[in-house]
């Protein structure tokens, strides 16, 4: 039997949980976690990310000029960081937006410029050459931090401000997943509250679902869930920097498992990039060989109208020499070179070249 003090003790232990919910910003919603799905990795591939990819039409890229990065920029002005911290955060989220996005936890070396910041920064170098190996690169991939522009460097000299800053840059994050409503994403960070000094006590509803946890790592599990209406599966990995370090046990199995990951996740979206670009050269043939023949016609159509032009006029010139009784009018018409560079001068980009057809056929059909 429960005695007053107990249910007291217990009262108050609810009370400062529902507490720590509401300061760390948690907002999930009840049928969230009943919409929560466990998958393995091949389940999820075979069912989920190659029926995407095989419906997808054109390739959707993250547009740099979006406002979302009007408002990544102006929190970038408002701590008055250098605008090369914004321009790598912005650089590599403008990805495809359908395949899946890689989350860390927080950048490093983000003051150089891209491709230094790359060369200098062990976990996007590997990024870089497993990318390259599958068939991709960077610029074709989202990365995303937990917490962008925020490196360890700052949040060490800045003790005061880290706790709201922290959670600003967290809110950019779940601000980017929102407006583009990511499909995948694909976890390598393992982050824990209050495992390090550094983040202090933040925590939020939204981490343990976009973090991963070795366990789940080992087996490729994929988690799906429900986010504002809109349905995310997240992959489970880990941070390149388990078998970077040098001190790290059996470093070889953790590489092999995680390029296995890498592996399964982006060459599907290798062969689908492939198949996009060869399926556009295709098209681009097609209508260079249309044009190509629409000039051929052109050039064979002005060479006979001017023939006929030219007999025309002998015609006139011969009449006038026999003092004809019938005044020819004064022929005005146009040489067909001028009447070709004519109709260019007013043809507009947006018209296709169908229409440009009608046109001719239209306006001056002794082309056709």
């Not at 800045?158 to 407006?179: C, N, Q, W, Y």
């Amino acid at each position: 039997m429960t005695t007053g003090t107990d249910e007291l003790v217990n009262a108050e232990i609810l009370s400062a949980e529902l507490i720590r919910l509401r300061i760390s910003g948690y907002s999930g919603h009840a049928n969230e976690e009943q919409d929560t799905t466990q998958h393995t990795l091949d389940e999820f591939i075979e069912s989920t990310l190659q029926p995407a990819l095989a419906a997808q039409q054109t390739l959707e890229r993250i547009d740099s000029e979006h406002p979302f990065f009007d408002r990544a920029k102006e929190l970038c002005e408002k701590h008055d960081w250098p605008i090369e911290r914004f321009e790598n955060f912005q650089r590599l989220l403008c990805g495809t937006r359908t395949f899946p996005c890689i989350l860390l936890l927080n950048p490093k070396n983000d003051l150089l410029p891209f491709d230094k910041m790359v060369d200098q920064t062990p976990t996007l170098a590997w990024l870089a050459d497993i990318l390259h190996d599958i068939g991709l690169g960077l610029d074709d991939v989202i990365i995303m931090d937990l917490f962008p522009m925020l490196t360890d460097e700052w949040l060490d000299e800045h003790p005061a401000e880290r706790g709201k800053v922290i959670s600003e840059m967290f809110k950019l994050t779940l601000d980017f997943i929102r407006e583009f409503k990511l499909p995948t994403i694909l976890s390598c960070q393992c982050f824990r509250p209050f495992q390090h000094e550094r983040w202090g006590s933040f925590n939020h509803g939204m981490l343990q679902k976009l973090c991963s946890r070795m366990d789940r790592a080992q087996r490729q599990m994929v988690s799906g869930f429900s986010f504002e209406n809109h349905y995310i599966h997240s992959v489970s990995a880990f941070h390149p920097a388990k078998f970077l370090r040098k001190d790290e046990d059996n470093k070889l199995e953790l590489k092999e498992l995680l390029c296995s990951t890498f592996r399964s996740l982006f060459e599907p979206c290798a062969a689908w990039r492939n198949k996009y670009s060869m399926k556009l050269e295709k098209s681009l043939d097609e209508k260079s060989q249309s044009i190509k023949s629409l000039i051929e016609q052109l050039q064979q159509s002005k060479a006979e109208y001017d023939e006929i032009l030219m007999r025309r006029r002998l015609l006139c010139m011969s009449r006038n020499r026999g003092h004809s009784i019938t005044a020819e009018p004064r022929d005005n018409r146009k040489k067909g070179g001028e009447l070709i560079a004519e109709l260019w001068s007013t043809k507009t980009p947006e018209k296709s070249l169908h229409d440009l057809k009608d046109l001719v056929k239209r306006e001056y059909p002794w082309i056709s």
